[in-house]
């Protein structure tokens, strides 16, 4: 891979990250499929797409103070892949990122606009957001992992996709079946599904209707496992080089870039905490721009932009949000915890 | 609220859960369902057991097996039928046989645990055959709410208190487990003698335990004899 000088990196990056995300995103349906299915429930390991993240592994474990071993070796695969290769997770693995850039692609695409986008400094929000999710993980809760992508669509799938197919197929087949069609009447056994799952459906809408206003609006401002992987991908080796005299500042990789990870006055210059590595501006022009291995002298890259402000903001949004839900009124008496 | 067999102690849970709703898209009969915000901001979308939805089968345990992060365990078949996850209560004012004198004993015939006998008792009306409830073998499924024919909600119902749940460990001791599970083969017979069906009941426990020797005085015991639990 190091040193691709080539034709390697160029469009080929785009396809590599298209077919990554097509596959993922086959591979976290069907283990959600699977969960339920009677043998594979049991062989088929279908939870190790929500343990591949290394915030939830580290969330738990603060919150449970103990050590959940499948958790911190997933967990820590992913953050020493993160810490080479950059928010590869992003771009390449997450189910979630991949729903949205459907929707943002197919969807919401007619909304959107360039003008609408947020000021560049509200990506930090999700840094807040990180802080504050382990502030409560000290006061023994994971509430906040409801934000957790893979948790997001993983719920999503169970309460309103699954069921929604279920119950749009038996009143499919109830149709056929009015028609006569004997064979068909086994299909049309509907059962009840779930509680809240208008709730769920509520959440999920909120994830992607950021679409209109920005790109991966989501990841860009909310999410805190991208937070994550931003901290984390600081160093890391996999980044984007711009060839210096290839490029004649004609800033359509600026304006191509969904997650503005390029400096609009300087090019050159690439937030890693930001990129999330999908290529866009390499598969501009070949000349340019490239994504390889190795650090560059004089190559300018930007870390995750956290100050003071952010971690304070975190910190106190977090110590305001455990008595916050702790003094919620609960109707059914709970006498064994909180 | 009632959380899936084998979930942790709750302050634990909490610490452990993230809501992803694995387990409920495992569950066969739908009888996890997620919290909504009546249970609490913490606890939203995590899961619950709400036997008039589905009840948890005494067959299966995939719930623990998907959980990811270990809030519910992965206990094994043989362990998870010895988890107590609270205790089915009648509600003797609208049950059918209790309180109509109605020839009903669903719920009795439902128990894949046996918890549930049937009973000649007095009720409010008249002496009738009724069912029984006996907390210590009654894992608190909800098969006999699930299956309750009362409309809206169950003449009985599964409450949390008994619940027993462990961060690691056995449930119960051997000798305990021998106990309940010696109740929940025996007393089959007990179901089929309709005529006096704790007649059948006491005179079987009695034959196991003759020491005891107020088996036979005390026909209406709620416990076989010679088990303490």
Known sequence: MGGTGGDWGVRVLRKVRIASQSVFLVLFSASVFLLAVHPTGYSWPSHWFLRLNPLVALVTEVAARSVILPLLIMGLATAVLTVLFGRFFCGFVCPLGTCIDLSDRFLLNRSYNEQRRPPRYFQRIKYVVLVMVLVVALFGATLPLVLDPVSILTRISTLVAFPFIRVAGSDAAAVLQSTGLESFSRLGVSVPQFYGSWLAALFFLLVVAGGPWDKRFWCQYVCPSGAMFAVLSRFSLWRRHVVAEGCNQCKRCFRACPTRAIEDKKVEKTSVAECIECGLCVSLKDTCTRFELGRQPGADVVGADVRRRHVLGGLLAGFALVPMYRSNAIARRDLTGR | ?229
């Open chain 2, 1 to 229: 609220m009632i959380r899936p067999p084998g979930a942790v102690p709750e302050s634990e849970f909490l610490a452990r859960c993230i809501a992803c709703g694995a387990c409920m898209k495992a569950c066969p009969t739908r009888a996890l369902q997620p919290c909504t915000i009546e249970d609490g901001a913490q606890r939203l979308f995590t899961p619950r057991l709400v036997p008039r939805v589905g009840a948890c089968d005494d067959k299966c345990h995939l719930c623990g097996h998907v959980c990811p992060t270990g809030a519910i365990r992965a206990l094994p078949l043989e362990e998870k039928k010895y988890v107590k996850v609270g205790t089915a209560v009648i509600d003797r004012h609208r049950c059918l046989s209790w309180q109509q004198n109605k020839e009903c004993l669903v719920c009795d015939e439902v128990c894949p645990y046996n918890a549930i006998e049937a009973r000649v008792v007095d009720t409010v009306k008249d002496r009738y055959k009724v069912p029984v409830v006996f907390e210590d073998y009654c894992t608190g499924c909800g098969l006999c709410e699930y299956h309750c024919p009362i409309a809206d909600s169950a003449a009985i119902q599964v409450y949390r208190f008994g619940e027993k749940r462990l961060s690691r460990g056995e449930y119960l001791s051997a000798r305990q487990k021998q106990m309940i599970q010696d109740r929940r083969t025996h007393s089959d017979a007990a179901h089929l003698s309709v005529e006096a069906p704790s007649a059948g009941f006491t005179s079987d426990a009695a034959a196991q335990s003759p020491a005891a020797p107020d088996a036979q005085a005390a026909p209406q015991s709620n416990l076989p004899s010679g088990f303490t639990p």
